[in-house]
């Protein structure tokens, strides 16, 4: 959610109270801002959009930490993106058009659907969301559950690598700054993406933390051939005692077996129903 940063005592209870009504139950689940897009709505009952070939239900979901906050997006102050470039406009325009067209292969979807990367920093989160911090005083790793993604960070002060070195998550370098951890992550590679940014994306990660079950955790964004100036988010993570389990994404696939082969399932009645209008014509 975005536009006016703060609600109200009395407004975030009504959308609790809301949420508890339509979500409490094992209905479909809603993702990211779908929560708050239909609690401002008078649906009587959620339907997720992919109702049709079946949805994760409410048990899927980690709990929600509510606030008063109204984005994610602490900088600009509105909680808005700024404006994309030309650039990025085509670029975005481009990767709607590819969403629209049936995979060719696995290629042609997301890296998520392909296990390799959720990527990173990851903003949303929906279930085994859940980070792990293992620190020394010469490297921090950071262990994401999905897809078991781990970032080994040296804190020595050594340069990031050459540019010509491109990876999924970026080259990651860390430091301290009083009781600040920050990281710096650049080289991406240009198959990565964050919101369409890609190999020129710049993030810096500050993870401070403010009591003894909380990490005030600010992501900068930065890629002037995507967006008009650097934006911010706040995300705060709160310590958990559940276990992280293995996430074995390639192991079991085969929800993009069952893409590939809907799309050729597709393809095939399209074909079929254009040989049938040019023989009833």
């Given at each position: 959610?975005?536009?006016?940063?703060?609600?109200?005592?009395?407004?975030?209870?009504?959308?609790?109270?809301?949420?508890?009504?339509?979500?409490?139950?094992?209905?479909?689940?809603?993702?990211?801002?779908?929560?708050?897009?239909?609690?401002?709505?008078?649906?009587?009952?959620?339907?997720?959009?992919?109702?049709?070939?079946?949805?994760?239900?409410?048990?899927?979901?980690?709990?929600?930490?509510?606030?008063?906050?109204?984005?994610?997006?602490?900088?600009?102050?509105d909680g808005r993106l700024p404006?994309?470039?030309?650039?990025?406009?085509?670029?975005?325009?481009?990767?709607?058009a590819a969403r629209k067209r049936?995979?060719?292969?696995?290629?042609?979807?997301?890296?998520?659907?392909?296990?390799?990367?959720?990527?990173?920093?990851?903003?949303?989160?929906?279930?085994?969301?859940?980070?792990?911090?293992?620190?020394?005083?010469?490297?921090?790793?950071?262990?994401?559950?999905?897809?078991?993604?781990?970032?080994?960070?040296?804190?020595?002060?050594?340069?990031?690598?050459?540019?010509?070195?491109?990876?999924?998550?970026?080259?990651?370098?860390?430091?301290?700054?009083?009781?600040?951890?920050?990281?710096?992550?650049?080289?991406?590679?240009?198959?990565?993406?964050?919101?369409?940014?890609?190999?020129?994306?710049?993030?810096?990660?500050?993870?401070?933390?403010?009591?003894?079950?909380?990490?005030?955790?600010?992501?900068?964004?930065?890629?002037?051939?995507?967006?008009?100036?650097?934006?911010?988010?706040?995300?705060?993570?709160?310590?958990?005692?559940?276990?992280?389990?293995?996430?074995?994404?390639?192991?079991?696939?085969?929800?993009?077996?069952?893409?590939?082969?809907?799309?050729?399932?597709?393809?095939?009645?399209?074909?079929?129903?254009?040989?049938?209008?040019?023989?009833e014509n």
């Amino acid at each position: 959610m975005a536009g006016r940063q703060t609600l109200t005592d009395d407004e975030l209870a009504a959308l609790k109270k809301r949420s508890d009504e339509l979500f409490s139950g094992d209905g479909d689940a809603a993702f990211g801002d779908t929560l708050f897009e239909t609690l401002l709505t008078d649906t009587k009952k959620f339907v997720s959009t992919d109702g049709l070939t079946g949805d994760y239900n409410q048990f899927w979901l980690v709990a929600r930490d509510w606030d008063n906050r109204t984005s994610l997006i602490v900088d600009p102050p509105d909680g808005r993106l700024p404006p994309l470039t030309p650039q990025g406009q085509a670029k975005q325009a481009a990767a709607e058009a590819a969403r629209k067209r049936l995979a060719a292969g696995p290629e042609d979807r997301s890296l998520s659907e392909r296990c390799i990367s959720f990527g990173v920093p990851r903003l949303g989160a929906g279930y085994n969301s859940y980070y792990q911090f293992v620190q020394t005083p010469q490297y921090v790793a950071i262990y994401q559950e999905t897809i078991h993604d781990a970032r080994i960070i040296p804190l020595d002060a050594r340069p990031h690598v050459e540019q010509n070195i491109r990876q999924w998550h970026g080259d990651s370098r860390g430091r301290w700054e009083g009781n600040t951890l920050v990281v710096d992550t650049t080289n991406y590679s240009p198959k990565s993406s964050l919101r369409g940014a890609a190999e020129n994306l710049h993030v810096v990660e500050r993870f401070t933390r403010v009591d003894s079950d909380t990490i005030r955790y600010e992501i900068t964004v930065e890629d002037p051939t995507t967006w008009t100036k650097p934006w911010t988010v706040m995300i705060p993570l709160r310590r958990s005692n559940d276990r992280i389990y293995e996430y074995a994404c390639h192991e079991g696939n085969t929800g993009l077996v069952g893409i590939l082969s809907g799309a050729r399932a597709d393809e095939k009645a399209a074909e079929e129903a254009t040989k049938k209008q040019k023989s009833e014509n």
